[in-house]
């Protein structure tokens, strides 16, 4: 059984940092397309923050391009998102997210996890909150 574990959340200023870790059970990260997303209350769109492919290639959504850093550290197989320079717009429920077998998109419409989105692993969510 795949099992996803994200820790690092909280609240912060705007321009502070927090960094969001993933731990798995049951699949190693650099075997699969990983990544984390993100979904404010009252968005209908689960949207992808960052991703990084089987083939290396790194993804960010454009808003957080220069701000956030996602990594991988295969010896422990873990994941991380080094989230820095924060505003409000990111404040969201950050999710962490494998899929084995295709790519993860960049996103779609309905709730993060695995009722709307079947085929990848998902957490269970983190909160992030900014304050301005």
């Known amino acids: 059984e795949v099992r996803l574990v994200e820790s690092g959340g909280g609240s912060v200023q705007a321009g502070g940092s927090l960094r969001l870790s993933c731990s798995a059970s049951?699949?190693?990260?650099?075997?699969?397309?990983v990544g984390w997303y993100r979904q404010g209350a009252g968005n209908e769109w689960c949207e992808l923050v960052a991703?990084?492919?089987?083939?290396?290639?790194?993804f960010y959504l454009h808003v957080v391009k220069g701000r956030f850093t996602i990594s991988q550290d295969p010896a422990k197989n873990l994941l991380y998102l080094q989230m820095n320079s924060l505003i409000s717009e990111d404040t969201a429920v950050y999710y962490c997210?494998?899929?084995?077998?295709?790519?993860?998109?960049?996103?779609?419409?309905?709730?993060?996890?695995?009722?709307?989105?079947?085929?990848?692993?998902w957490g269970q969510g983190t909160q992030v909150t900014v304050s301005t």
């Open positions: 997210a494998a899929r084995d077998n295709g790519a993860l998109p960049s996103r779609f419409r309905g709730s993060c996890g695995p009722r709307d989105y079947k085929w990848s692993h």
């Open positions: 049951g699949l190693l990260f650099g075997d699969t397309d």
């Open positions: 991703r990084i492919e089987t083939a290396g290639h790194i």
